[in-house]
Nanobody, 122 residues
């Protein structure tokens, strides 16, 4: 069982930056694909970014490419999402997710955090 706790959300102005963190419990963190998803009010949850340490690969949604960066610190069992040049449409609850099955293209993850709110004001 893996527990995920997100932090770092908040209110930011258009063009600003935030860094989200997700601390994971359990062992074998480095073997998990770690992902970030988001859900805006009235919309379905959508993929944002994913990272696989095993294959040294990352993947991003087109809407965040060039603005967001996913990274991880395996020594701290933590994954990050650096968000720059934020837009009002980035406003959402952001969720961290973990999956042990090693496929960075998967959208159904095994473990999910509780989410952290990001609000971008114009």
């Amino acid at each position: 069982q893996v527990q995920l706790v997100e932090s770092g959300g908040g209110l930011v102005q258009v063009g600003g930056s935030l860094r989200l963190s997700c601390a994971a419990s359990g062992r074998m963190f480095s073997s998990y694909v770690m992902g970030w998803f988001r859900q805006a009010p009235g919309k379905e949850r959508e993929f944002v970014a994913a990272d696989s340490w095993s294959t040294l690969s990352t993947r991003y949604a087109d809407s965040v490419k060039g603005r967001f960066t996913i990274s991880r610190d395996n020594a701290k069992n933590t994954v990050y999402l650096q968000m720059n040049s934020l837009k009002p449409e980035d406003t959402a609850v952001y969720y961290c997710a973990a999956d042990s099955r090693g496929n960075i293209w998967r959208t159904r993850y095994e473990y999910w955090g509780q989410g952290t709110q990001v609000t971008v004001s114009s």
